[in-house]
C-alpha cells in the first residue's frame, strides 16, 4: 500500500514559512540534495495546496543545473502532481505537467488513492494540507528537515489540529550545514487505517 509522507523544512520553532510565506531562511547543501533525491525516488505522486502549488509551478519548469539537481528536476516535472483547492477554478497544464486539482479533502478517496499500486505520496510544504490531512489520520511518515533559524513568528506547519498526535521516531540525520532530519512515523491511535 502507498504511504503519504510529508516532507517539511521547518525552523527550530516550528514554522514551515515565514509570517508572510517567505522561504528564503530554508538551509540547503549537497547532502540534502540527495537526501531529497532519496525520498522522491519513493514516490508516483506529489501532493500540494494552492499556495505551495503556485510557488512550485512557478519555478520547477525553468530550473536548471547548478543550481538544482537533474534528477530532482525531472522528478519534480514530470511525477503527476495533485493539487488540493477550493479556491482555483483550474490548473493550467502549460504551466506545470501532470497535474490535477481535487476541490475537497475525502478521506475514502485518499485511502483508495493510497491502495493503488505504486510508489508513495508526498507532500511538500502545503501547511494547510498537512493539518488537513493529519487530522484525518492520513500521513504515514513526516521527514522534517529543522533548520538551525528562529524566525519568532510565521506560519505553523501543524495548525487547526482536532487531537494529539504520537509520533514514532524512525531516524535522525545531522547534515554539515546545520540542519537535522527528523523521520516520524505516525504512532497515533487515531490514524485511518485502510
Not at 16 to 21: E, L, V
Request: hydrophobic content about 40%; proline content about 4%; glycine content about 6%.
Amino acid at each position: 500500500m502507498k504511504r503519504i509522507i510529508a516532507s517539511e523544512m521547518i525552523t527550530l520553532d516550528g514554522y514551515f514559512a515565514g509570517q508572510d510565506g517567505e522561504i528564503d531562511w530554508f538551509f540547503w547543501n549537497e547532502e540534502m540534495a540527495q537526501s531529497a533525491i532519496d525520498l522522491i525516488s519513493t514516490a508516483d505522486t506529489l501532493l500540494f495546496g494552492r499556495v505551495t502549488y503556485e510557488l512550485m509551478a512557478s519555478y520547477w519548469p525553468s530550473a536548471s543545473p547548478p543550481t538544482e539537481d537533474p534528477i530532482i528536476i525531472d522528478k519534480m516535472n514530470n511525477l503527476p502532481k495533485i493539487v488540493f483547492s477550493r479556491a482555483l477554478k483550474k490548473v493550467e497544464w502549460g504551466k506545470w505537467n501532470n497535474v490535477r486539482l481535487v476541490k475537497e479533502i475525502t478521506p475514502e478517496e485518499i485511502l483508495k488513492m493510497k491502495k493503488q499500486p505504486g510508489k508513495n505520496m508526498v507532500i511538500y510544504g502545503s501547511g494547510s494540507i498537512v493539518s488537513a490531512f493529519m487530522n484525518l489520520g492520513l500521513i504515514d511518515e513526516y521527514y522534517l528537515f529543522v533548520n538551525p533559524v528562529v524566525l519568532g513568528r510565521g506560519k505553523s506547519l501543524f495548525k487547526d489540529l482536532n487531537d494529539r498526535h504520537k509520533m514514532k521516531l524512525i531516524r535522525t540525520k545531522a547534515f554539515s550545514n546545520g540542519v537535522f532530519l527528523l523521520h516520524y512515523q505516525s504512532d497515533s491511535k487515531e490514524a485511518i487505517k485502510a
